[in-house]
């Protein structure tokens, strides 16, 4: 399926993380993450694999460049290890760490290649974590001074700044459930911990700020949640559902609310006041998107879902494999409508409020070492359906697909392979895989027909029944 063309300045990309990549994990006063402790308790990493190397990135960060360079990519988005730059979380700065990310941003501009960092992928440092780490109102006011550390030493030459990622999966599986790290099963306990991201967020932004940083935005995760059944039971699950994952974090962004009282009311204060340093304004806004949850009435047993952790029964609603589409490694369903739906659905429910969008992370796990086709057809089935959200009026300007290579998938360690380059992790050589030259040949034919002058696709007003296609969808617009 060829992908349709997309307009001139389309920012074309990749993304990864410090703790999914890096290794070197004491290296150069490199200081212990929640993560690096989580992996190091047995059976947390369900294959073993060794995450204290990972792809060994610290060290062979060039060829990872080289390989970005090949691609032709406009952007890179990396994480910034809070641990390697402010190892106690707070206090002494360690330089060599600083310089690691000095060193990576000179590579990536002598090679053409735009650095886009994220501050805050899930590696809080150790000392914080263990002092209660997101439930904790003091962690976000150090990941703001930290924020402002590496922009005071960056901002020069990083064009394009994201603060956090993905806090509803650090809040959901990290504080409430326990399948990722710090491993609490708090339930609703932990909603703080949402809180509290969303506030570090906010003081990030006011610190990237000061520090002569622009360009901000945020990596959040969304999806479209669909209703299992027609019960009043279903509708409610699924409404539930999908405030907790899509609009808790993105309405205090955008509008400054949270989208129920009921779990404002839960929220530790000052809420009003956190509120407007939570919603300063964004130059843009990233959406990861993998693929559509069906969310129905609570079950009356614990679910081992789809994505390989549990669901405890007892929960106010309850999670359902979606039938009827390919699945991924990860049995993750192909869904690429579902990336024009969400898109629509933000559009429609923000309007004007809603900053120019970046897809920070769309991509899929496959257990096909290099001949990966159905890579290929999940991408340009993903980018089709960007380009009808984008024709719908949506204002999207780039894309980074997850991932350059592949990387340590948290707790399902070495065994999902999301890159575009295969890693041996054995003796980590690095081999492009057939997505790769089917992205560098994308990138090149998108930015040959930049050579002609191309009509913008027009920004219309919120695409009402954009997204109707979905039968079952969420209202969540
Ligand atoms: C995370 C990535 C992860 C990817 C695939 C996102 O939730 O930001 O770190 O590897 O999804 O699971």
Known sequence: MPVPMFPPGFLWGASASAFQ???????????????????????????????????GFHARYREDV?????????????????????????????????????????????????????????????????AGGWLDRDTAYRFAEYAGIVAERLADRVPMWITINEPAEVTLLGYALGEHAPGRTLLFDALPAAHHQLLAHGLAVRALRAAGA????????????????????????????????NWLFADPVLTGRYPDENIAALMPGPVADDLKVISAPLDWYGVN??????????????L???????????LPFGIREIEGYEKT???????????????????RRYGDRLPPLHITENGCALDEPLADDRRIAYLEGHLTALRAAMDAG????????????????????????????????????????????????????????????????????????????????????
């Open 214 to 245: 622009d360009n901000i935005g945020v990596a959040l995760s969304h999806a479209p949640v669909w209703t299992a059944g027609d019960s009043d039971e279903d509708r409610l699950g699924a409404e539930l559902y999908d405030t907790l994952t």
């Open 66 to 130: 080289a390989l970005l360079a090949g691609l032709g990519a406009d952007a890179f988005r990396f994480s910034v290890s809070w641990p390697r730059v402010v190892p106690g979380g707070s206090g002494a700065v360690n330089a060599d760490g600083l310089d690691f990310y000095d060193r990576l941003v000179d590579e990536l501009c002598a090679h053409g290649v735009t650095p886009a960092p994220t501050l805050y992928h899930w590696d809080t440092p150790l000392p914080l974590e263990e």
């Open 289 to 302: 998107y993998y693929n559509p949850t069906l969310v129905g009435a609570p079950r009356p047993e614990a």
């Open 21 to 55: 990549t890096e290794g070197a994990v004491d290296t150069d006063g490199k200081g212990p993450s929640g993560w690096d402790a989580f992996a190091a308790r047995p059976g947390r990493i369900k294959d073993g694999a060794d995450t204290t190397r990972a792809t």
């Open 394 to 477: 949506v204002d999207v300007r780039g894309y980074f697909t997850w991932s350059l290579t592949d990387n340590v998938e948290w707790t399902e360690g070495a065994s999902q392979r999301f890159g575009l380059v295969h890693i041996d992790y054995e003796t980590l050589t690095r081999t492009p895989k057939a997505s790769y030259a089917w992205y560098r040949d994308l990138i090149h034919a998108q930015k040959h027909q930049r050579e002609q002058p191309q009509e913008q696709p027009k920004r219309n007003e919120p695409a009402e029944g954009a997204a109707e296609g979905a039968a079952k969808r969420v209202s969540g617009g």
């Open 304 to 314: 081992e879902t789809f994505s390989g952790f549990t669901m405890p029964a007892g």
């Open 329 to 347: 490694g990860f049995g993750w369903p192909v869904v690429p409508e579902g990336l024009t739906e969400i898109l629509t659905l933000l559009h």
